[in-house]
């Protein structure tokens, strides 16, 4: 975010200060923390998806940008529109052109590269977050063109993810799919071990996944999505207004192979692939 003002040519401590709050993976505390900021009278919010939707319920009337965000924004009542949001909110969404199933089958596409053979895949996600449903709804649009079946091993908690992988085994699934929901990704290192468990190929969202472990990854770029909501941020302090800056979609993605975790489940990488990949993970 501190890139993206720069390149607006703003100079921290000159042309604005960063008053930041973190929620720590504890969604609870996000209304909180987002008064905590509005008591500051700040010129603009910037918030993290998982933050944007408790700044928008709590402080609707000050200036947001929302970043990475995964869901539909217009359905989430942040605008009106893509071109014009209307209002006081603005920001970027991860989703390439053509929504979260153009999305999923890129990323399954690239899977199937590595797990030819794939007759059943496991998702594990809740059955309440909006981009965990969207992400099955997206799978189950595009199974069928790559000739797989979706379960969903539903969880409710952290507590289910062990369960959850069990049930993977009884159902005969050949690869596992995580969510990149905020309750699993903020509880990373919780999740892996369980899901690394299981012995299978696994798949995921975002590139911390796949540098954490799971054999591959492949969204849009987060940092990159930071940067740019670095520059919005900068336009709004110039003077422009949130509800005249259009909601971007993401046009920087990153795909992460994981050849250790490739190597460990005795699965060959090709070299098209490989050269591919923005990352790999020796």
């Known amino acids: 975010m501190r890139k993206g003002l720069q390149e607006a040519g703003l100079a921290e401590g000159v042309n604005y200060a960063f008053a930041l709050r973190f929620a720590d993976g ?15 009278k700040p010129r603009v919010i910037v918030a993290s998806a998982a933050a944007s939707t408790a700044v928008h319920k ?22 009106e529109s893509y071109v014009h949001p209307g209002g006081n909110t603005t920001g970027n969404v991860m989703n390439a052109v053509g929504g979260e199933e153009a999305l999923t089958q890129k990323r399954m596409g690239l899977f199937k590269e590595l797990v030819r053979d794939l007759k059943r895949l496991g998702f594990i996600g809740t059955a309440t977050s909006i981009l965990a449903v969207a992400e099955l709804n997206a799978l189950r649009s595009v199974a069928g063109h790559f000739g797989f079946e979706i379960v969903h091993h539903a969880i409710h ?40 468990a299981s012995g299978k190929p696994t798949v995921g969202t975002y590139p911390e996944w796949g540098r954490a472990g799971l054999l ?67």
């Open 58 to 79: 709590v402080v609707p009337d000050l200036p947001m940008v929302f970043t990475s965000y995964a869901a539909d924004p217009i359905k989430a009542g942040f605008a």
């Open 26 to 40: 504890v969604f609870d505390r996000l209304p909180g923390l987002a008064l905590e900021l509005a008591a500051l």
């Open 157 to 196: 908690g952290l507590d289910d993810i062990e369960s959850a992988v069990v049930s993977s085994n009884k159902d005969d699934v050949g690869a596992l799919y995580v969510s990149g929901e905020p309750l699993l990704y903020n509880n990373m290192a919780r999740v892996l071990p369980s899901v690394m």
């Open 216 to 282: 591959m990854s492949y969204s849009a770029d987060l940092l990159d999505d930071f940067r740019r909501a670095g520059i919005y941020a900068a336009k709004i302090l110039g003077g422009e207004k949130p509800g005249d800056l259009p909601i971007e979609q993401a046009s920087k993605f990153t795909l992460v192979v994981n050849a250790r975790t490739a190597k460990q489940l005795g699965i060959s990488v090709s070299p098209t692939l490989l050269t591919l990949a923005d990352e790999v993970i020796e």
